[in-house]
């Protein structure tokens, strides 16, 4: 908790008890599902939750903001971003039903209202989102091609309505597409910590 408050200090009571209990519960549920790696469940707050809320540090959702976390696995970036805003409704999506089945255990058990989950590929899921998030699930260009149908046209928060997504490693070739729209953030600007000195936020505008 302590790296949470470092980078979030004004978590209220409750946000800090739903942050805690992450910990126990993903372990928990590693054990029977393998959703993360056993090397990572340990650095869970690190790796998983803090490197979720990079894209809290892009932009700060507006209350009644709706978010699509496509690819979301166990719950990331959708569970901790639903935990730090919880006025934003949050839509988590997995084609692979056990990763789903995790990633809404572990929000019934602290408490989640404003989170909801679907099994089914992103080229199935048709309504419309403010953002769209994602970490690491497949190049840029893939990913455009999916999710640009479930951008909303009606704006309301101080960035406009596109993609936003966590990546690692060389994205030079990737982004060459975007190179005009695409806004590429250094997360070792947000957070001191090793891991973060290769990670990136990739935000792109998009309308559909």
């Known amino acids: 908790m302590e790296l949470l408050l470092r980078y979030f200090p004004h978590l209220t009571e ?10 126990s ?22 790796r998983h939750v803090l490197h979720s809320l990079a894209i809290a540090k ?21 569970v901790p971003l639903a935990i730090l805003f919880p006025e934003v409704q949050f839509h988590l999506v997995d084609s692979i ?14 408490g989640l209202k404003n ?3 679907r099994h089914c590929r992103g080229q199935e899921e048709k309504t419309k989102f403010d ?11 893939d990913l455009v091609k999916i999710v640009r149908k479930n951008i909303s046209p009606k704006q309301g928060n101080a960035l406009p309505n596109g ?15 975007f190179k005009q729209d695409v806004t590429v ?24």
């Open 163 to 177: 993609l936003i997504c966590l990546k690692g490693g060389e994205l030079e070739h990737e982004i060459l597409p």
């Open 14 to 23: 409750t946000q800090q008890q739903q942050f805690a209990q992450l910990q």
């Open 131 to 141: 953002f769209v998030v994602s970490r690491a699930v497949m190049p840029l260009g």
């Open 97 to 110: 039903g056990k990763k789903i089945k995790v990633a809404t255990e572990v929000s019934t058990a602290i």
């Open 25 to 46: 519960l993903y372990a928990d549920w590693n054990s029977k599902i393998n959703v993360i790696s056993r090397k990572d469940i340990d650095n869970l707050y690190e």
């Open 115 to 117: 989170i909801t989950f």
């Open 185 to 208: 953030y250094d997360l070792s600007e947000f957070f001191s910590e090793e891991f973060f000195e290769t990670k990136k936020g990739v935000y792109l505008p998009l309308h559909s």
């Open 58 to 78: 892009i932009i700060t959702f507006r209350p009644g903001t709706t978010v699509m976390d496509i690819g979301t696995g166990g719950g990331f970036p959708g």
